[in-house]
């Protein structure tokens, strides 16, 4: 059922079952493979909008490639309880902006000082 807004539209047998088989298709997808669709405007129509591709890996290539790589440094040890103090620092700053925000908006001379 449409609406002035969005009238309805045809759909046909091949579009009603991309949308039907989306959810199945990516969820069966094996490594290295990946599908999505296109959108098109009114001045360049595509026709084929949905694909489903694959990335095509030198496997001999990169297992020697992967040979050479170095383990990365140390930079710094980090704790569960950094992250812990890190996040709760963020989320007291982030209340301060709000507060001193709404300040600010609660002062402005002439306005009505309400807040939506």
């Keep these: 059922m449409g609406n002035a807004a969005y009238p309805r539209q045809p759909i046909d047998s091949l579009s009603r079952y ?8 990516i969820a069966g997808l094996s490594s290295g493979e990946f599908v ?6 009114p ?11 694959a990335i095509m890996n030198d496997r ?9 790589y170095k383990p990365l440094p140390e930079v710094a040890r980090v704790t569960q ?5 890190n996040y709760f620092q963020i989320r007291q700053d982030i209340s301060l902006l ?7 908006l609660l002062n402005i001379p002439g306005a009505d000082n309400t807040l939506y």
């Design 43 to 53: 001045d360049h129509k595509i026709k084929l909008k949905t694909f489903h591709a």
């Design 36 to 41: 999505g669709m296109v959108a098109d405007d």
């Design 18 to 25: 991309a949308c039907a088989n989306k959810g199945a298709k």
């Design 98 to 104: 709000i507060e001193n925000e709404i300040e600010l």
């Design 81 to 85: 309880e950094d992250i812990m103090h």
């Design 60 to 68: 001999e290539s990169l297992q020697k490639e992967q040979v050479q």
